[in-house]
């Protein structure tokens, strides 16, 4: 994997991901989670403190970077809420359908090599009446700013562990025949081609 990929971008990835915009986003939807999760792109643990223990009986986190995953050591043993991690993407988990009551995901749409995979992923995990939480980074709706998401991508993909700078978010829901029960999107803080954000709530149809 190489020295930047092993050393360097799990430090940078854990910092970039603990800014004080993207821990608000966290904010808004961790909290609505209930019974066991199941944590899509789990990294370094920027979630964990946000669940509610009075909620969430189990957590378990997808992820696939043993590197990076080091990096919730302290995360982990500070929250009450029994964790655990399947070292996997995101298209093939290993569990068997109806397991999880709240499925999780924030800031991972945009690595997974292929994100609608994936979704069909967690809808097949996903108990009836169960809901997938999401908050995600992605295409601008100004003109101007998803041109420039497109001339960076290729670069910023080598430089963010295969981060796409502007995949279109809820595209991707609906190409998995998800509904959404809210769906929120403005600029947070930050450069404008990396901070346009979604978030809110999907279900199966």
């Known amino acids: 994997m190489g020295f930047y990929n092993t050393h360097i971008l799990p430090r940078l990835l ?3 991901c603990g800014i004080g915009p993207i821990t608000k986003q966290r904010a808004k939807i961790v909290p609505l989670a209930e019974g066991i999760v199941l944590e899509i792109g789990i ?3 920027q979630n964990l403190p946000h669940y509610n223990p009075k909620h969430v009986s189990k957590i ?3 992820d ?3 590197a990076i995953w080091k990096r919730s050591e302290v995360r982990r043993k500070t929250c009450p809420i029994d964790v655990e991690r399947i070292g996997l993407s995101g298209e093939e988990i290993p569990m068997e359908k109806n397991m999880a009551d709240t499925v999780v995901v924030t800031y991972s749409l945009c690595t997974i090599p292929d994100p609608v995979k994936a979704l069909l992923e967690m809808k097949r995990i996903l108990k009836p009446g ?3 939480l999401f908050s995600e980074h992605g295409k601008a709706p100004d003109a101007a700013v998803a041109k420039w998401q497109s001339r960076i991508d290729p670069m910023w993909k080598k430089i963010a562990g295969g981060c796409h700078s502007g995949r279109d978010i809820p595209d991707l ?3 998995a025949d998800l509904q959404f029960e809210t769906l929120e999107q403005m600029y947070i803080p930050g450069p404008k081609v990396l901070s346009y954000n979604f978030w809110g709530a999907t279900r199966p149809k």
Do not use: E, L, T
Request: aromatic fraction near 6%.
């Open 43 to 45: 990294g370094s643990g």
């Open 14 to 16: 854990d910092k970039a």
């Open 130 to 132: 169960g809901r997938i």
């Open 173 to 175: 829901f609906k190409q």
């Open 64 to 66: 696939p970077d043993d």
């Open 60 to 62: 378990i986190g997808v």
